[in-house]
């Protein structure tokens, strides 16, 4: 037989082979696209596990999300508020304690009970488990008790009263089954490290199915919460773990995705284009702020440690045009405060002070300033040098890679810095060597924003103690967790307690506004501009109803409070 | 006769293990001189998005470099290395933890496997054929064939697998944009899956086996225009031998080298088709190792690195082996024995 002949035979047989082995027809697999929910944006990479307390959890058991597990507490992005999920109702009988009540007939989805024990139970765990994303949990309260099975009290830790983040942690600690968690938490294993594909919650979906292409979760229809919220619309979720942005982009374009958080540049344009695209607001900025990305000063280098430079550079930066492009429109131009000036955290916006102590885009001002009150003379290279002969420049300034809005920010900064002459170039290093950098002090100006930057309870609080508390923070070299400009000023101790432990809203705004002004007068970091907490967009090709601004009846997410969204919905064409 | 060959054997295998451990020190090593972290990232991922505090993120950052082990001197790190690689324990993934290396790997290969050797082999048939044709048939088919062989081959997959994704997924929307089934469906046995899994094939499969079919074609017919000129073609021809025996005669004899290419293909076969799937998102091991690299996801980029040098190895060393046996030649001249 012919060499080739056999080639070509034994070739086709073996694809036959390989077809016919897969081939097995079984039952049709396909979710019924009616009563699917496409949700995409929080999953990136394959699914890790669904153990609440690891470092990397699958959608959705982490974040703020209420659909397996639940929280106490749901935080309204709206309001700055708590709305209900497990607990009913928060009462402060005095200063350092809390009472929560928990709802009627809540039961996790094994049929078990849920009562203050396991709350308690889940609370504690922050003891002696240190691995835990609420492990300092025991700083700002001393105990948890349960008073009865339906009411838990907490004593507040009256030296480091902080009503804030005592709040934030009732909308981030899940309550675990402690029938299925005890064991565990006795165990050998750390707690982050136990592998948990089978969750059980108290939340109204299970996982159904996982891979490396999809999450899916199943309505559990014997949900406790069915007699206090109804019955959540869709029958499976489904998230679909892209890639890439661009890749989300364009399944969320042709109505393949109903719910995304990713950045889309020029959302507007997808509208136009005739896809039932839509964003919380119909017009600019399009979606809510909720952080801010500030560009960090090394107050260590020369030139840097100079607070007038600092002042120039604040005045050379082109807010507007960051705003434009770097952020698509979707920010006003940022301004010189630390605190956001829309939500809930308007109400401590001092606009006038602002304006009178603060800065904005003014090249000529930021010359003047380099000139008049630094006194210092441009070189024949176009860069100003300080009378004392230090040369501004060259210095770097960084963004992480790939993360495209924050690239282009720092291009802006560094272009707008070298017309008023300061030489300042950009490098673009992987994530985890920007984190290490931006940890250890190397660096002259990077752009990140704040660890408790956030939209949460203890906003804008946490902002403030992240960028100028200097307790607790090693000197450049050693890692830092806050503060990673190393801010220090003998005041802002004071204030910030002070502000952490009051209740009332007049003396928290007079509190905020002094530490805004020291942070004005330092300028350790600078706002460049506003990003949404989260993005959220929705295409109504498939299902309806979809808060928005104009019908604000859950958050702009279906995360945190925004769960509620899944009552309001309704497939196309019921 | 039988000993020189064990000899020949033998030393080859004593080669292969000293390269083995060579790998097996790089391997270690190089994840490890890259720059930045990996708890660094783990905890600034937890603290990113807000509501967790600093003090938390310090003892959480405490107890993960504890828990990894790398609060540990770099010997002691590379010897805890060993010992769990000899249990086949390929550790534990930073970024996706409590997830294991052998897992992530063991979901990861067989996209890679199931996209890249039908591409191997079918290229490689597809290209040897078309090669020797082209050498046998000349004229009009050479002129219009050869050139194309030569663009294909010589653009790097990479662009190819660019060009197609935006030609038919981006601008006419004939195949999916990514990834390796409709999202909408579980992985199962039912034609509805297969047919989606075979939608998202294509265009990764279509830019890897162009590109090969390109580079075995002109190999092929290299060696075929040497083989056109051996006397027992041109004794066929004179005798009258009809034109396909022919051909199957030059395939025959030009062969035996791409068969050295069809082996270190095979054995690279992991690694092969890295940016293709990238490009595609297509979720293999590709896609797995530039998230884990982009991570610092020391673990995982050690046991892929592991899993590509153990192929090209074993691959490389089977050639060898398979020379020895094919080609008396070389075994002679490898054991001295001229």
């Given at each position: ?71 106490l507490f749901a935080f309204n992005l709206l309001n700055g508020g708590l709305d209900p999920v497990l607990g009913a109702s928060l009462e402060y009988t005095d200063e350092t304690t809390a009472v929560v009540t928990l709802q009627d007939g809540t039961h996790f989805q094994d ?152 950045f889309i540049p020029q959302i507007w344009r997808m509208a136009e284009s005739g896809a039932p695209v839509h964003t919380w607001l119909n017009e600019e900025p399009y979606y809510l702020p909720g952080t801010i990305p500030f560009l960090h000063i090394n107050a260590t280098v ?273 | ?338």
């Amino acid at each position: 037989m012919n060499a080739l002949r056999r080639f070509w035979l034994i070739s086709v047989v073996a694809l036959l082979v390989v077809a016919l082995g897969i081939a097995p027809a079984m039952a049709q697999s396909e979710l019924p696209r009616e009563e699917t929910l496409v949700i995409a944006g929080f999953q990136w990479g394959p699914p890790s596990t669904f153990n609440p307390l690891a470092s990397n959890v699958t959608w959705p058991a982490g974040g703020r999300h209420q659909l397996v597990y639940e929280n106490l507490f749901a935080f309204n992005l709206l309001n700055g508020g708590l709305d209900p999920v497990l607990g009913a109702s928060l009462e402060y009988t005095d200063e350092t304690t809390a009472v929560v009540t928990l709802q009627d007939g809540t039961h996790f989805q094994d049929g078990e009970v849920l009562d203050s024990e396991d709350v308690v139970f889940s609370y504690e765990l922050a003891r002696d488990h240190d691995d835990l994303s609420y492990s300092s949990l025991f700083d700002y309260i001393t105990g948890v008790t349960a008073l009865d099975d339906r009411t838990i009290q907490f004593d507040l830790n009256p030296d480091q009263l902080n009503i804030g983040f005592f709040e934030n942690f009732l909308t981030r600690i899940r309550i675990l089954p402690e029938h299925i968690w005890a064991e565990r938490a006795a165990g050998d294993t750390p707690l982050s490290s136990v592998e948990e594909d089978v969750p059980v919650g108290s939340g109204p979906y299970t996982v159904m199915d996982f891979g490396i292409e999809r999450v899916v979760m199943e309505r559990d229809d014997n949900y406790w919460g069915m007699d206090v919220y109804g019955t959540p619309a869709p029958t499976y979720l489904l998230h679909p773990i892209f890639n890439s942005n661009d890749e989300a982009n364009l399944a969320f374009q042709r109505g393949e995705v109903d719910v995304s958080q990713t950045f889309i540049p020029q959302i507007w344009r997808m509208a136009e284009s005739g896809a039932p695209v839509h964003t919380w607001l119909n017009e600019e900025p399009y979606y809510l702020p909720g952080t801010i990305p500030f560009l960090h000063i090394n107050a260590t280098v020369p030139g840097l440690d100079n607070v007038d430079v600092r002042r120039a550079l604040a005045h050379a930066i082109n807010y507007p045009l960051i705003a434009a492009t770097a952020m698509s429109n979707y920010s006003i131009p940022a301004q010189a405060s630390l605190i956001i000036p829309s939500g809930g955290e308007e109400q401590y916006f001092d606009a006038e002070a602002v304006e009178a102590e603060g800065w904005e885009y003014n090249p000529d001002e930021a010359r003047r300033i380099l000139e008049e009150d630094a006194g210092a003379t441009m070189g024949s290279d176009g860069i100003y040098v300080l009378p004392d002969g230090t040369r501004l420049g060259p210095y770097t300034a960084m963004a992480t890679f790939g993360w495209t809005d924050w690239v282009a920010a720092i291009e802006l900064v560094a272009q707008s810095a070298q017309e008023i002459g300061i030489d300042v170039t950009t490098e673009y290093p992987e994530q985890p060597v920007i984190i290490s950098r931006r940890n250890n002090g190397d660096f002259d100006l990077l752009i990140w924003s704040l660890d408790q930057g956030g939209s949460s309870p203890a906003a804008p609080w946490g902002r403030f103690r992240d960028a100028l508390d200097d307790r607790g923070v090693p000197d450049f070299g050693e890692t830092a967790f806050w503060n990673w400009s190393r801010f220090s000023n003998a005041e802002v101790p004071d204030l910030l307690d002070a502000a952490a432990a009051s209740t009332d809203p007049a003396e928290k705004a007079e509190l905020f506004s002094q530490l805004d002004s020291i942070y004005r007068q330092n300028i350790p970091l600078i706002p460049l501009m506003y990003r949404p907490f989260e993005f959220y967009e929705f295409n109504e090709t498939h299902w309806t109803g979809f808060p928005t601004a104009d019908n604000p009846y859950a958050s702009p997410l279906p995360e945190g409070s925004g769960f509620q969204m899944l009552y309001g919905i309704t497939p196309v064409g019921q | 006769m039988t000993t020189k060959f064990q000899r020949y054997l033998l030393n080859k295998f004593f080669w292969f293990l000293i390269a083995f451990f060579v790998a097996l020190i790089l391997n270690f090593l190089l994840p490890r001189l890259i720059p930045g972290n990996p708890v660094d990232v783990i905890v600034g991922q937890m603290g990113a998005g807000g509501g967790i505090s600093g003090e938390s993120l310090q003892k959480i950052y405490a107890s993960y470099i504890e828990e990894f082990g790398l609060d540990k001197p770099f010997g002691e790190q590379f010897l805890i290395y060993l010992n769990r690689l000899a249990h086949g324990d390929l550790g534990v993934s930073f970024a996706l933890s409590p997830r294991r290396v052998q897992s992530l790997i063991g979901e990861a290969l067989p996209w890679t496997v199931l996209l890249q050797l039908p591409a191997i082999l079918i290229g490689w048939i597809v290209g040897n054929l078309l090669g020797a044709l082209t050498a046998y048939k000349k004229g009009w088919f050479d002129r219009a064939l050869f050139p194309s062989f030569l663009f294909v081959s010589s653009m790097p997959y990479y662009c190819l697998s660019i060009i197609l994704l935006y030609v038919f997924a981006v601008h006419w929307q004939i195949f999916p944009a990514g990834g390796g089934y409709s999202y909408s469906m579980s992985p199962n046995l039912s034609w509805s899956f297969i047919s989606s899994a075979l939608e998202h094939y294509w265009l990764p499969f279509l830019s890897l086996v162009i590109v090969f079919i390109g580079g075995q074609a002109i190999g092929m017919r290299a060696m075929s225009i040497y083989e056109l000129d051996a006397d027992y073609v041109r004794f066929s021809r004179s005798l009258g031998v009809d034109d396909n025996r022919v051909i199957g005669y030059i395939f025959r004899n030009a062969m035996l080298p791409q068969i050295t290419g069809l082996a270190l293909s095979i054995g690279s076969l992991v690694s092969g088709a890295l940016i293709t799937e990238i490009v595609f998102g297509y979720p293999g091991i590709g896609s797995l190792l530039f998230s884990s690299i982009r991570q610092s996801d020391y673990p995982v980029v050690q046991g892929i690195t592991l899993l590509i040098m153990i192929a090209v190895l074993v691959a490389n060393f089977l050639v060898d082996i398979a020379y020895g046996f094919i080609d008396p030649r070389i075994r002679a001249k490898a054991t001295g024995d001229r």
